[in-house]
T-cell receptor, first 114, second 108 residues
């Protein structure tokens, strides 16, 4: 069974801090994704990666960056956290073609920016 | 651009009643459609995909290209079906786009 692990379940950070959200998958998946989940807005794609050192912007990349130095790890970085980035962040991975391969999600990181 | 719309944010039914969660999409090409589900305190997981044409936990969904819909149906809802449901669209050369989600509550 695919395991996608997000390092923190809850995080509280101050405005202006640099924040790192870490995600690791153990099934050698090529594709990894970061979404944010907000009530009434669903899941919105922030960034995704289809290979090591490759990254693509999603629908809402502003204020975020990512890093994929190893195949199993995909990090989301908030360069300067703001209160409007308070949200649930979900990491996911998949193999094969991005458009038709099931996503395997982590448990999520609930980030609060004060 | 691709888009997924789930018109009902909240849906409440009684146990044993039929349930239908609506999903409409906008995409001019050949779509791949999925339903994902998140039960309380669990991670988001795949429920079913249109290409499989299978029934999972009693749920089915038919892709209607003419109406650009992919509604999720179950003839007799159970309390354990209470969850958040997301419809998702995969398009050629792109990634999955999710709808806003529908919170289903099945009352005893």
């Amino acid at each position: 069974d695919v395991k996608v692990t997000q390092s923190s379940r809850y995080l509280v950070k101050r405005t202006g801090e640099k924040v790192f959200l870490e995600c690791v998958q153990d099934m050698d998946h090529e594709n990894m994704f970061w979404y944010r989940q907000d009530p009434g807005l669903g899941l919105r794609l922030i960034y995704f990666s289809y290979d090591v050192k490759m990254k693509e912007k999603g629908d809402i990349p502003e204020g975020y960056s990512v890093s994929r130095e190893k195949k199993e790890r995909f990090s989301l970085i908030l360069e300067s956290a703001s209160t409007n980035q308070t949200s649930m962040y979900l990491c996911a991975s998949s193999s094969g073609q991005i458009n038709n391969s099931p996503l395997h999600f982590g448990n999520g990181t609930r980030l609060t920016v004060t | 651009a691709q888009r997924v719309t789930q018109p009902e944010k909240l849906l409440s039914v009684f146990k044993g009643a039929p349930v239908e969660l609506k999903c409409n999409y906008s995409y001019s090409g050949s779509p791949e459609l999925f339903w994902y589900v998140q039960y309380s305190r669990q991670r988001l997981q795949l429920l079913l995909r249109h290409i499989s044409r299978e029934s999972i936990k009693g749920f089915t969904a038919d892709l209607n290209k003419g109406e650009t819909s992919f509604h999720l149906k179950k003839p007799f809802a159970q309390e354990e079906d209470s969850a958040m449901y997301y419809c998702a669209l995969g398009t050629s050369g792109s990634r999955l786009t999710f709808g806003e989600g529908t919170q289903l509550t099945v009352n005893p």
